[in-house]
């Protein structure tokens, strides 16, 4: 579970995340990620979608529990950004399948490619 603090929960949050911020993607997830620049500096706000499209309520629930670890063990590395920054990890369908090392590999190289651009 993500500290309070770090949880993305309000809609226009993850709307204005997803449409201002940037995006990568590979074959399992796209990741967006905005950073204001202006705000005074907080922790990163992480929130995730998993549509019906990867499966039914056990296989989503098992694939929003894997992002959501995989995201709190990569935190420090994202809290060196500037300012207030909002993460939104959108999972494939594909990530069904995955293993946990796959989507482990994808999340931290989609991470690297939007908070680097």
Known sequence: ???????LSDSDAFRHT??????????TMVVH????????????QVGFTVSKAVGNAATRNRVKRRLRHLTRELLPSLEG???????????????AEASY????????RSLS?????
């Open 1 to 7: 579970m993500l500290p309070a603090a770090h949880r």
């Open 18 to 27: 997803v449409r201002r911020g940037r995006r990568a993607g590979c074959s």
């Open 33 to 44: 990620l905005w950073v204001d620049r202006d705000a005074a500096p907080g922790p990163v």
């Open 81 to 95: 950004l500037p300012g207030r920054a909002a993460l939104v990890v959108r999972a494939l369908p594909p990530a």
């Open 101 to 108: 090392d796959a989507l482990g590999a994808d999340l931290g």
């Open 113 to 117: 490619r939007v908070s680097s651009a």
